[in-house]
């Protein structure tokens, strides 16, 4: 929790709390001022939790009347404390935009809520649900805006004191109906756990720490120069948490998983100089005689090097545990996860947290978890894969993941950009400075998209020779590619758009529910449509270019 104005609680009228509960209201610490994420040039930058929250935002005036609403005022300070507590857990993740609605929501569900418990947060999302107006908007949002708040206070631990021993949230959310809609946005969106800028900015960040740190060398020599010239300068413990959060995000293991791992589970079992191809045994949370043997699960080339690189800088024997041993690998895990998140983040999103005025969002391993399980059913993994991979005993838990997968409408919802916010938002800010052709003198990218051979977009300025990605369709989302101001970028969104036309034709001819690189060229041609927004921000603020 952050620091600065601390919460003073009345406990009158508190009996739907715990006492564990109440003490832990009771330790909430409001920053003074959040920095207010993707706000545009006319919004506000930060916003004053004050009694009563006001900023601009999108064209109009927000307002959340914490002290002068009478809503707020029937509940009482515990309640309303947690109910900024959840926003503040928003702003750290979402444009400010839904903070009013989300407050309100949660303000009427705490009114009559007599049992904060997930059992209770759970049978009203069952009845929002399955109402009879659940169709309408209202009791849509009033549904995800419980949602997330559910999602935010099992995070934090808030939970622990009234619901022991019960099943994972996650794997208890896909018993639950999800309200009928008639239309598909961000605001809604709230059921993916974890953000697809988050999952982009993971994969950019292995790719680029594999290229500087495991470039191809083919002589010994090579590489113990290599070797010794990296060791001064790499932190081993950086280098740890970025192999944790990389087979986290890659394999979904559990923190107990991970903490059973040996050194000898990984395995090159193909080396080439197109590329290698690694694979890791996974052993199960909980042996027994249905499930002996451990997963065998494939990592991506660039993980793998990370790992043996940390395997022989580490002095690891193959007989010996990959990871140090801890007191909690639970507590280790989440600690490693939220250092690399933000040696990740844009420099901006890091100065912001050094200055207090933005916090991280907390990604746990369970949310890592199930994001592997969505991103299977979204690729057309059968119920059996996922199970498997999961390391789950039958394919209960997997048929539901497959159950809530939504259909190919949403690429084509998507690809025709009919959601402004999709479109608009500026997400993470992963690119470099905006700079004029004629006063950039290094290294220009070019490369084919859609059939077509595109230049004149942007320079290069990272540091190796070699390209870890793509060129031009992996620059947009690069910290290392410089946007020309007059650069043909509309060409290259309109040629992502042709390719993303063709995968949901070849989707339909064939039946097949969801393209695997549907998400991933929706995400890459959305990057670009960020920078073409940037360009026009650039250019109506009269800089020089103008």
């Known amino acids: 929790m952050s620091s600065s104005n601390v919460v003073s609680l009345n406990f009158s009228n508190n009996s739907a709390f715990s006492a564990k509960q109440l003490e832990w209201i009771s330790q909430i610490d ?33 307002y959340v009347g914490f002290k002068s609403s009478p809503i707020f005022s029937e509940l009482g300070s515990t309640k309303v404390s947690l109910i900024k507590y959840v926003a503040l857990c928003y702003l ?15 303000a009427h569900y705490f009114k009559e809520c007599d049992s904060f418990t997930k059992a209770s947060f759970l049978e009203h999302l069952k009845l929002l649900a399955t109402q009879p107006t659940a169709s309408e908007s209202s009791a849509a949002k009033d549904f995800f805006h419980v949602l997330y708040a559910l999602r935010a206070l099992d995070r934090t631990g808030f939970f622990k004191s009234t619901d022991k021993a019960t099943p994972d949230l996650e794997e208890q959310l896909l018993f639950v109906p999800r309200p009928i809609q008639d239309s598909f946005g961000v605001y809604e969106n709230l059921d993916n756990v974890l953000p697809v800028e988050v999952c982009s900015m993971i994969q950019d960040g292995i790719n680029r720490w594999a290229s500087k740190l495991t470039p191809s060398l083919k002589s010994k020599a090579e590489i113990e120069a ?4 990296i060791k001064p300068k790499l932190s081993l413990d ?21 903490a059973k791992l040996y050194a000898s589970d990984v395995r090159l079992d193909v080396q080439s100089e197109a590329g290698n191809r690694f694979s890791i045994l996974i052993p199960f949370a909980k042996q027994s005689s249905k499930n002996p043997d451990p997963i065998l699960v494939a990592l991506p080339d660039e993980l793998g090097k990370l790992i043996k690189l940390y395997i022989r800088l580490a002095k690891v024997n193959p007989e010996d545990p990959l990871l140090p041993k801890s007191s909690c690998a639970g507590k280790a895990t989440n600690n490693s996860i939220t250092a690399m998140l933000l040696r990740f983040s844009p420099k901006e999103t890091q100065e912001a947290v050094k200055k207090g005025l933005l916090e991280l969002p907390i990604y746990t391993p369970t949310l890592f978890r199930h994001n592997v399980g969505h991103s299977m059913a979204m690729s057309g993994a059968s119920a059996t894969d996922i199970a498997y991979i999961l390391g789950h005993k039958n394919t209960v838990v997997a048929n539901r993941y497959i159950a809530v997968t939504p259909d190919i ?9 009919r959601n402004p916010v ?23 990218v070019a490369g084919s998209i859609g059939g077509t051979l595109h230049t004149h977009i942007g320079g290069c300025n990272y540091e190796e020779p070699i390209c870890p990605f793509s060129q031009v369709r992996a620059c947009y989302g690069c910290l290392y590619f410089h946007p020309f101001l007059d650069g043909l970028h509309k060409e290259v969104y309109d040629a992502f758009g042709l390719e993303v036309n063709e995968i949901i034709k070849l989707s339909l001819d064939t039946n097949l529910q969801k393209h695997p690189l549907g998400d991933d060229l929706i995400r890459r041609q959305s990057n ?10 650039y250019q109506v603020e009269g800089n020089e270019y103008a």
């Open 92 to 106: 750290r993740e979402h444009k400010p935009t839904n903070i009013p609605d989300l407050c309100y929501s949660l």
């Open 422 to 444: 999709f479109k608009n938002m500026m997400a993470l800010i992963l690119t470099g400075n905006l700079i004029h052709s004629d006063k950039w003198d290094g290294r220009r």
């Open 528 to 537: 670009v449509a960020n920078v073409i927004s940037r360009i026009e921000n």
């Open 226 to 229: 290599h070797l010794n010239a």
């Open 238 to 258: 950086a280098l740890r948490d970025c192999v944790i959060l990389g087979l986290t995000y890659y394999t979904g293991a559990r923190p107990v998983q991970l």
């Open 30 to 62: 409001l920053p003074k001022r959040v920095l207010a994420k993707h706000a545009d040039r006319t919004d506000d930058k930060t916003i004053a939790l004050d009694e009563d929250w006001r900023f601009y935002q999108s064209g109009r005036e927000r």
């Open 409 to 417: 409408a949403d690429i084509r919802e998507q690809a025709l950009g």
